[in-house]
């Protein structure tokens, strides 16, 4: 299976500050790397398909670029609503999570 | 609008067999397939295993073993049978369309005697 390692697992930012969040995979997924919002008693919200699509309705301060096996979710200008946990997903074969980043407000 | 809901009972004890049931709207399963994604209380998340739109199975390899999944194309219910319960497999059950663009809202699942 291909193992995802997601940096930070702790994230602590100001509003207003840009945040950067990293997954590698442990071999080249081909850009099948989605990115998830969690807040806390919900289910997770797709922010990000295929490294680098919005998925409708997400707000543009979201992106996500990348390659092979390094891919990242940026928050331009973060916000107060931003505060939640970050996970990415490949699945470019049997799906894997990252760990997981909680994003709280300095 | 496309909508997934989980349902299932709330407390095993182990060894039991858990049965869970993903009822789907706005979305054909012979056309969509359905994922389940299981979330211990405070960690991460695991895919369990995928039921396909031609109804062809794959499964995570930690519980292979143990795990079911099958579905109801008439009724737009896909279910989950896990046997052999333990404490470990506490936590959030999700399902979600293939693509894991849409997700129900998740079971919680204690195991405990």
């Known amino acids: 299976d291909i193992q995802m390692t997601q940096s930070p697992s702790f994230l602590s930012a100001s509003v207003g500050d840009r945040v950067t969040i990293n997954c590698k995979a442990s071999q080249n997924i081909n850009k099948y790397l989605n990115w998830y919002q969690q807040k806390l008693g919900e289910a997770p919200k797709l922010l990000i398909y295929n490294t680098n699509n919005l998925q409708t309705g997400i707000p543009s301060r979201f992106s996500g670029s990348g390659s092979g096996t390094d891919y990242t979710l940026t928050i331009s200008s973060l916000q107060p609503e931003d505060v939640a946990t970050y996970f990415c997903l490949q699945h470019s074969s049997r799906p894997t999570f990252g760990g997981g980043t909680k994003l709280e407000l300095k | 609008q496309v909508q997934l809901e989980e349902s299932g009972p709330g407390l095993m004890q182990p060894s039991e067999t858990l049965s869970l049931t993903c009822t789907v709207s706005?979305?054909?399963?012979?056309?969509?397939?359905v994922g389940w994604v299981r979330q211990p209380l405070g960690k991460g998340l695991v895919w369990m295993g995928t039921?396909?739109?031609?109804?062809?199975?794959n499964y995570n390899s930690a519980v292979q073993s143990r795990l079911s999944i099958s579905r109801d194309t008439s009724k737009s219910q896909v279910f989950l049978k896990m046997n052999s319960l333990q404490p470990e497999d506490t936590g959030t059950y999700y399902c979600?369309?293939?693509?894991?663009?849409?997700w129900g809202q998740g079971v919680m699942v204690t195991v405990s005697s």
């Open positions: 706005g979305f054909s399963l012979t056309s969509n397939g």
């Open positions: 039921i396909w739109a031609g109804g062809s199975t």
């Open positions: 979600a369309s293939h693509r894991f663009d849409y």
